[in-house]
Every structure is written in structure tokens, then in C-alpha cells.
């Protein structure tokens, strides 16, 4: 019981790149963003909330790396969305507060923002119960999940290690050639201003 524990908090902090849950203050005519990573072929799922008294309009806009509209919303009290990218990708959650006219001197509004994806998306409980499964067997599903998750990470982060190396390498090479190129044109260089120099000597009868 005790490792189980010990392997389910493991599990639990291993994950906290798979969650993001902030509060934020939206003034009049600001706007804030938030950048986070999703994988491809994973949902990615959300809940937000705007505080009362509605002060001023504000709207939630998702997009991704290449500006396309993921989910959008206006004038938003609260709500959820869920997505998912063909590949890894970075997505953009932004608030933007337009003021009402005829209104002044508004109050900042509270925004809270709950992002999961992953296995952190997924809702066990029902699946629990769609499976007629026991809580335990429930929680060994999630830690599953959970697994398989953390595994995948890391061969994302091997793998992008691995063409960091290979772009190091290939900088390095260009680099060296371009050294010994640029060292043998500096001496081609001096040989050929030698020669010039002797036989432009040689015609003003300086040296024989």
C-alpha cells in the first residue's frame, strides 16, 4: 500500500505539465495570454470562468502556432471547450475585455482558467461506470494512463534532444569547413600579394 502511494504521487507530480490552472485580473481594454503544449491526437480539454458583476465584455479566443481558431466564445460568463492538433503544437488561450459604452470607471473582472489534456482529460469515473469497473480498478486505469503518458514525454523529449544534437553537429561541420576555407583563402591570398609585391619591386629595380 505504502509504494502504491509512493508511485501515485510520482505519477501525480510527473504529470503537472499536463495541468494548468490560473486566476487572473482582466482590467478594461486588456487582454492576456497564455501559451501551452499539446500533443498530437490528444484532447485537450478546459473550463473558465469570468467573475461578476459584468463590468465589461470579455471574449476567450484559442489558436494555434499558425494562427488558425481553435475555440472562441464572446462575452463569456463561463464555460468549456475541447480540442485536439493533428501534431504537437503550441496553443494560445487569450482574454480580451472590450469596455461596454456608457460605462465608467469599470471594475477589473476574475478570470479562472482550468486546462487539462492527456489522461488529466479524461473523465474515469465515467468510464468506471460504463466498464462496471471497482474504484480500484478504476485508479489502475488513470495510473495507466498516466504511464503511458509520462513515457510518451519522454520519448518526445529524446527525440527532440536527439535533433538538437544532430543540428549541433551539422552547425559544427558547416563551421569547420567554413574555417578551413576561409584559412586557405587567407593564404592563397598572401601567397598571391607576395608575388605581387616582388615583381612590383622588381620593375622599380628595388630588389634583384
Known amino acids: ?8 504521487l ?7 505539465d499536463t495541468l494548468l490552472a490560473v486566476r487572473m485580473l482582466l482590467n478594461p481594454s486588456q487582454h492576456k495570454c497564455l501559451k501551452h503544449d499539446s500533443y498530437g491526437g490528444v484532447i485537450v480539454n478546459g473550463h473558465y470562468e469570468a467573475s461578476e458583476p459584468v463590468s465589461h465584455q470579455i471574449d476567450i479566443v484559442i489558436k494555434d502556432s499558425k494562427d488558425h481558431l481553435l475555440y472562441k466564445r464572446e462575452n463569456i460568463v463561463k464555460g468549456t471547450f475541447a480540442f485536439s492538433t493533428e501534431d504537437y503544437d503550441l496553443f494560445e488561450v487569450c482574454f480580451i475585455s472590450h469596455p461596454i459604452p456608457g460605462l465608467h470607471n469599470a471594475a477589473h473582472r476574475e478570470i479562472f482558467l482550468d486546462v487539462k489534456h492527456g489522461a488529466e482529460a479524461k473523465n474515469f469515473d465515467l468510464l468506471a461506470k460504463a466498464e462496471k469497473l471497482k474504484p480500484v480498478e478504476a485508479e489502475l486505469k ?11 514525454d519522454f520519448n518526445n523529449m529524446h527525440n527532440k534532444s536527439n535533433k538538437m544534437r544532430s543540428t549541433n553537429e551539422s552547425t559544427h561541420s558547416r ?20 608575388l605581387y609585391l616582388r615583381r612590383y619591386f622588381k620593375s622599380k629595380k628595388l630588389i634583384e
Do not use: H, K, P
Not at 500500500?1 to 501515485?8: D, E, K, N, P
Open 175 to 194: 563551421v569547420l569547413y567554413f574555417s578551413v576555407f576561409s584559412m586557405f583563402t587567407l593564404i592563397g591570398f598572401a601567397c598571391w600579394q607576395v
Open 1 to 8: 500500500m505504502y509504494r502504491y502511494v509512493l508511485f501515485s
Open 142 to 152: 488513470r495510473l495507466e494512463a498516466l504511464t503511458d503518458e509520462i513515457v510518451r
Open 10 to 16: 510520482f505519477l501525480s507530480v510527473a504529470t503537472l
